[in-house]
């Protein structure tokens, strides 16, 4: 029913603490007694604020209920949650609190179980079931609608702003009250999410009825992709190091273009184990621009440096060891926006820290490219959600269609082509020999005309590196999709590759592994194809 317009302050007398969080919690509690407001509590909350000497009922004293049922049920009650969402100036609601005895509850500070951590941790399945939170999300929902009389915090950032406003307004004001609102709902929101996706992967559901996607804000951007739009960057709390997850050692803050970007580099040079090579990726505008894998980072910082020197500059590199000072040294010499590794030793770390707009971050450990995952995009009146591209070459059964098997060499090209693949806009064409990339086509209409900018550039940076002949002779070339005519693969050949990687597929396959065959070419086709759009 209609009510009469709730009063801007709104005095706290009591309020209700039940947090799994417990940071900040005594502070707070401190304060609010000193304001002389009545506080009630749960279990270890209840027993942390009482261990600080400080008085708290116990909400089974407002219930005249136990807890029960290991936990499970103490706030689920009529003297909660009709404490919570009593309009206080309408006359049945007033006289249903006289005639039950439910007593008013002005404020609420709540944080849930630790879902999304214990899920993390890798925890069963009965484990995250027994950290799905029920009281929590229902009395924050409950607070969260009676907002105009009702406080309610689940941030303990959000302690000192109450704090302060109780202090100097004698309670809350409703701007801040509507704020904590939608952050409430925001919060049991992404609560939601998480555990609705993991059921969803625990029971292999591929195309549930309902998708939510939640995450937490980590960084407010200054803008977009372009300065007229808004951004910001949040985390979903998947376990998978990289960009989201990583200790920014040094350097101005990351824009939203250097989180894409360098989000992207990492998970190219994740495809390279690095107990078996060191590698490296250098990326601008989410497309590669050199990757090399060698005995030590700073041989293949060099050899990946040598694809595309001028595309180089001002971009993301990625390492998949920890950044030594060799390599430091090496990557200092030109201008860098963000590195991103394992880990920095003690003499790289000087040595960037030189460099002091150049951001380093570390994130102890790689991301597994085999690991199954969400991606998520949106369009128009919706969003498309698909699984990660965690295909790996290594698990590919691999087959020779044409008259000429590749050597051990050009087998060895031939795989690391095809990780790299994965990895470019398409339509994607990748040349490389000795394991380093020497061209790459990305993100073209027509695959023939990647094939020709991939050798343009091969020439362009052959003459940067003061060589005779365009990098890609003597070459192999990997794509990510089919060759659905010929062409593309003869400009392959007439850059000088001599083996080709393919998913095949095409109609015209036959056709394609003639003009392989005429040419004295070896062709591999893979069976997996790795467009990315």
């Given at each position: 029913m209609p009510h ?5 302050i709104?005095?706290?007398?009591r309020a209700?603490i039940?947090?799994?969080d417990?940071t900040g919690l005594?502070?707070?509690?401190a304060a609010?007694n000193e304001a002389?407001i ?6 270890g909350t209840?027993r942390?604020i ?11 004293d407002?219930?005249?209920f ?9 706030t689920?009650h009529p003297?909660?949650h009709?404490?919570?969402l009593a309009?206080r100036?309408?006359?049945d ?6 005639v ?7 404020l ?5 179980y630790?879902?999304?951590e214990?899920?993390?941790?890798g ?17 924050i ?19 000192a702003q109450?704090i302060?406003?109780i202090?100097?307004e004698?309670?809350?004001?409703m701007?801040?009250?509507r704020a904590?609102a939608?952050k409430a709902?925001a919060?049991?929101?992404a ?5 609705s996706?993991?059921f969803?992967d625990?029971?292999?559901?591929e ?6 996607i939640g995450g937490t ?10 300065p007229?739009?808004k951004?910001s960057?949040?985390v979903?709390g998947?376990n998978r190091?990289?960009?989201?997850t990583a200790e920014?050692?040094?350097g101005k ?9 360098t989000?992207?580099a990492?998970?190219?040079v ?6 078996e090579?060191a590698?490296?990726?250098i990326i601008?505008?989410a497309?590669?621009?050199g ?10 910082y060099r050899k990946?440096?040598?694809?595309d020197p001028v595309?180089?500059?001002?971009g993301?590199?990625a390492l998949n060891r ?7 040294e090496?990557?200092a010499?030109?201008?860098t926006e963000?590195i991103i ?11 960037i ?8 971050l570390?994130?102890?450990?790689l991301?597994d490219?085999?690991?199954?995952g969400?991606?998520?995009k ?6 498309l959600?698909q699984?990660?591209?965690?295909g ?5 059964d691999l087959?020779?269609v044409t008259?000429r098997?590749?050597?051990a060499?050009?087998?060895?090209d031939l795989?690391?082509?095809f ?6 806009k398409?339509?994607a064409?990748i040349?490389?020999k000795?394991?380093a990339t020497?061209?790459i086509?990305?993100?073209?209409m027509s695959?023939?005309d ?9 020439e362009?940076?052959?003459?940067e590196?003061?060589?005779?002949e365009a990098l890609?002779k003597g070459?192999v070339v990997?794509?990510?999709a089919f060759?659905p005519f010929?062409?593309?693969?003869l400009?392959?050949a007439?850059a000088?590759?001599?083996?080709v990687?393919?998913?095949?597929g095409s109609?015209?396959?036959e056709?394609v592994?003639a ?6 070419l070896a062709?591999?086709?893979?069976g ?6």
């Amino acid at each position: 029913m209609p009510h009469a317009k709730a009063a801007d302050i709104q005095p706290i007398r009591r309020a209700l603490i039940s947090v799994s969080d417990k940071t900040g919690l005594i502070e707070f509690a401190a304060a609010l007694n000193e304001a002389g407001i009545e506080l009630v509590s749960t279990g270890g909350t209840a027993r942390a604020i009482k261990e600080a000497g400080l008085p708290v009922k116990d909400v089974s004293d407002l219930t005249g209920f136990p807890e029960m049922m290991d936990g499970r049920v103490k706030t689920l009650h009529p003297m909660v949650h009709g404490g919570l969402l009593a309009v206080r100036d309408n006359e049945d609601h007033k006289s249903s609190m006289e005639v039950h005895g439910i007593a008013r509850i002005d404020l609420l500070a709540v944080n849930l179980y630790p879902f999304e951590e214990t899920v993390a941790k890798g925890a069963d399945y009965e484990t995250c079931v027994e950290n799905i939170d029920i009281g929590g999300p229902a009395m924050i929902r409950a607070a969260a609608k009676n907002h105009d009389y009702v406080t309610v915090l689940v941030d303990g950032a959000d302690y000192a702003q109450v704090i302060a406003e109780i202090t100097e307004e004698g309670g809350t004001t409703m701007k801040t009250r509507r704020a904590l609102a939608h952050k409430a709902y925001a919060r049991t929101a992404a609560y939601d999410a998480a555990i609705s996706n993991w059921f969803a992967d625990a029971l292999k559901e591929e195309a549930p009825t309902y998708r939510a996607i939640g995450g937490t804000l980590k960084q407010s951007l200054r803008y977009g992709e372009n300065p007229h739009q808004k951004a910001s960057f949040y985390v979903t709390g998947e376990n998978r190091p990289g960009v989201a997850t990583a200790e920014q050692v040094q350097g101005k803050e990351l824009s939203y273009n250097n989180i894409n970007d360098t989000d992207a580099a990492f998970e190219c040079v994740a495809e390279f184990n690095p107990e078996e090579t060191a590698a490296v990726a250098i990326i601008k505008h989410a497309n590669p621009c050199g990757v090399a894998m060698d005995g030590s980072l700073a041989e293949a910082y060099r050899k990946a440096l040598k694809c595309d020197p001028v595309s180089a500059f001002g971009g993301i590199i990625a390492l998949n060891r920890t950044l030594d000072g060799e390599t430091a040294e090496e990557i200092a010499k030109i201008f860098t926006e963000v590195i991103i590794a394992p880990d920095a030793d003690e003499e790289a770390r000087k040595i960037i820290g030189a460099k002091k707009n150049l951001r380093l971050l570390v994130t102890g450990g790689l991301p597994d490219p085999r690991a199954p995952g969400l991606f998520v995009k949106t369009v128009a009146g919706g969003f498309l959600a698909q699984t990660r591209d965690n295909g790996v070459i290594d698990d590919l059964d691999l087959k020779v269609v044409t008259k000429r098997k590749p050597g051990a060499q050009e087998l060895a090209d031939l795989k690391f082509a095809f990780r790299i693949c994965k990895h470019v806009k398409s339509n994607a064409i990748i040349y490389a020999k000795n394991g380093a990339t020497v061209g790459i086509g990305a993100g073209q209409m027509s695959r023939v005309d990647s094939a020709r900018i991939a050798a343009r550039k091969s020439e362009d940076a052959a003459r940067e590196a003061g060589e005779a002949e365009a990098l890609t002779k003597g070459s192999v070339v990997a794509s990510d999709a089919f060759f659905p005519f010929a062409d593309g693969l003869l400009s392959a050949a007439e850059a000088g590759a001599t083996a080709v990687i393919q998913p095949g597929g095409s109609m015209r396959d036959e056709e394609v592994i003639a003009a392989a065959d005429e040419k004295d070419l070896a062709m591999v086709m893979t069976g997996m194809r790795h467009f990315r759009h």
